[in-house]
């Protein structure tokens, strides 16, 4: 099984934290779209290592992805009466453009 480097590990981390600070959301909420055991940040990482492992970057890409997309519709589908979640949607896809842009500069075949 494939695993990500510690500086791999260390980018996503990072990500991570930015993603759910631009997005108004919280390990907790990451915790659940993972179905994780602990919103503990090693717990989290180690869910989406597994993704990683059994289906590369671009899996990994797709399942953060699908994540943001579930949160954008809830956070549009939220109970009448509540205000919307402050979300910066453009900072956020933004940050998973970029990631999938790395992710399939990774993938290409280096030029020779």
Same mark, same amino acid.
């Given at each position: 099984?494939?695993?990500?480097t510690?500086? !791999?590990?260390?980018?996503? !981390?990072t990500?991570? @934290?930015?993603?759910l600070r631009?997005?108004g959301?919280s390990?907790?909420? *990451?915790?659940r779209a993972l @179905?994780?055991?602990?919103? #503990?940040? &090693?717990? *989290?990482?180690?869910? *989406?290592q597994?993704?990683?492992?059994? #289906?590369?970057?671009?899996?990994?890409?797709?399942q953060?992805?699908?994540? /943001?997309?579930r949160?954008?519709?809830e956070?549009?589908?939220g &109970?009448?009466?509540?205000p919307p979640?402050p979300?910066a949607? /453009?900072?956020?896809l933004?940050?998973?453009?970029?990631?999938l842009? /790395?992710?399939?500069g990774?993938a /290409? &075949? &280096? !030029?020779?």
């Amino acid at each position: 099984m494939a695993s990500l480097t510690t500086e !791999q590990l260390d980018d996503l !981390q990072t990500f991570l @934290k930015d993603w759910l600070r631009h997005s108004g959301r919280s390990q907790s909420d *990451l915790r659940r779209a993972l @179905k994780a055991g602990s919103i #503990r940040m &090693p717990v *989290l990482l180690e869910a *989406l290592q597994t993704t990683y492992g059994e #289906r590369g970057l671009a899996g990994l890409a797709d399942q953060l992805c699908g994540i /943001e997309e579930r949160w954008q519709q809830e956070d549009a589908d939220g &109970p009448a009466g509540t205000p919307p979640r402050p979300i910066a949607l /453009e900072d956020s896809l933004g940050q998973l453009d970029l990631l999938l842009q /790395e992710i399939r500069g990774d993938a /290409e &075949p &280096p !030029q020779a």
